[in-house]
């Protein structure tokens, strides 16, 4: 009851606001650690992030529109929540060798003549997505990716049903 009446108090810019934060932060931690401390992300990594970054453009977009288009926009934002946690989970499970990865997990993509491919080959580094790059007490990203999407997913949907002024009844 004390919840619900702190997020009715809650406007649907603030729940973007707070939307965006999060992901910025999410994909401010996931640069970080590949550019501050070298862990280099695998495709499936890569496309964890876009969740993050449809989020923000969602995010901004409802900053400027009525209520009733930002409780539909905190919504679709959880689904795009729902569709990351999705990603993740698929990533776990390769990572745990639930199932394979897609066929560009350890690949990358080529273009160019046969001794680009094979400079290309020779200099990059081949990062497989069944290998976490890190983990803390056994979890690897992909798997603290799958809880908070799945949290801000539920959060996100809940703010859409309560936050703000309620519709006369």
């Known amino acids: 009851m ?10 649907l810019r603030a729940v973007a606001v707070m939307q965006m934060a999060v992901s910025v932060l999410s994909l401010a931690a996931a640069y970080t650690a590949q550019y501050g401390f070298n862990l280099q992300p695998c495709i499936l990594c890569l496309y964890q992030r876009v969740p993050f970054a449809v989020v923000i453009a969602l995010s901004i977009i409802g900053l400027f529109v009525p209520a009733r288009a930002a409780r539909a926009l905190v919504a679709l934002s959880g689904t795009v929540f729902l569709a990351g946690a999705a990603i993740a989970f698929f990533h776990v499970g390769v990572e ?5 990865g897609t066929s560009s997990c350890g ?4 273009q160019g003549s046969i001794e680009d491919l094979r400079a290309q080959i020779m200099g990059a580094p081949i990062v497989k997505c069944d290998t976490p790059a890190w983990t803390l ?9 799958l809880v908070m999407s799945l949290g801000l997913a539920l959060a996100s949907f809940y703010a859409a049903l309560n936050a703000g002024p ?3 009844s």
């Open 96 to 100: 745990q060798h639930w199932w394979e």
């Open 137 to 145: 007490f056994g979890v690897s990203m992909a798997g603290y990716n």
């Open 166 to 168: 309620k519709k006369p």
């Open 2 to 11: 004390l919840y619900t009446a702190i997020m009715s108090r809650f406007t």
């Open 107 to 110: 690949a990358t993509l080529h």
